[in-house]
Antibody
Framework: EVQLVESGGGLVQPGGSLRLSCAAS????????MHWVRQAPGKGLVWVSR????????MYADSVKGRFTISRDNAKNTLYLQMDSLRAEDTAVYYC??????????WGQGTTVTVSS | QSALTQPASVSGSPGQSITIYCTGT?????????VSWYQHHPGKAPKFVIY???NRPSGVSNRFSGSKSGNTASLTISGLQVEDEADYYC??????????FGGGTKLTVL
């Protein structure tokens, strides 16, 4: 079964850091680009970042550029999102998603990040 | 990186058809046939129902269909069923190699 499981969410103070993980199984992880997408409370889905299959290419939304870093460990079948200088507006459920061509065909259940003092 | 424009809500009765529109620019929706649609039941993982404008993945009902004209894409759900009630999001690949989502549309099946 193709599966993505996020972890690492929690409560963090403004200015703090958090690293999210996304464990992949059921497919050849190293063959696919991956994304992070978030949903703030009561709001819609927002694309955050993507990484190509070997980790050599990354892109970010303007709202997180310079603060968030996407990476992957293909040996561990795991995607990461390092989040630094966190702000209240980063509070959201964070989903990882697998790319197939130019759409996201498999999604995780999400992990919740709350930035608050 | 402005969000694509979707109506906040649509509604229909069981058996009816509804269409959700998604408007972007020539740098995203209008420039590529890479529009996809996602169904999201709160608390669950989003699920893709249409990819590359009009393609339906296996396992998705043929009641779901997609199209595009210029900078506007659309998702039509025919023969509405109660289980179709969810939030729907369009998404597009963009000219700067990023992705963008619409603001989401809440579908209510009356």
């Amino acid at each position: 079964e193709v599966q993505l499981v996020e972890s690492g969410g929690g409560l963090v103070q403004p200015g703090g850091s958090l690293r999210l993980s996304c464990a992949a199984s059921g497919f050849t992880f190293s063959s696919y680009w991956m994304h992070w997408v978030r949903q703030a409370p009561g709001k819609g889905l927002v694309w955050v970042s993507r990484i190509n299959n070997d980790g050599s290419g990354t892109m970010y939304a303007d709202s997180v550029k310079g603060r968030f870093t996407i990476s992957r460990d293909n040996a561990k079948n795991t995607l990461y999102l390092q989040m630094d200088s966190l702000r209240a507006e980063d509070t959201a459920v964070y989903y990882c998603a697998k790319t197939l061509k130019h759409h996201m065909d498999v999604w995780g259940q999400g992990t919740t990040v709350t930035v608050s003092s | 990186q402005s969000a694509l424009t979707q109506p906040a809500s649509v509604s229909g009765s069981p058996g009816q058809s509804i269409t959700i529109y998604c408007t972007g620019t020539s740098g995203d929706v209008g420039g590529y046939n890479y529009v996809s649609w996602y169904q999201h039941h709160p608390g669950k993982a989003p699920k893709f129902v249409i990819y590359e404008v009009s393609n339906r993945p296996s396992g998705v009902s043929n009641r779901f269909s997609g199209s595009k004209s210029g900078n506007t894409a659309s998702l039509t759900i025919s023969g509405l069923q109660v289980e179709d009630e969810a939030d729907y999001y369009c998404s597009s690949y963009t000219s700067i190699s990023t992705w963008v989502f619409g603001g989401g549309t809440k579908l209510t099946v009356l």
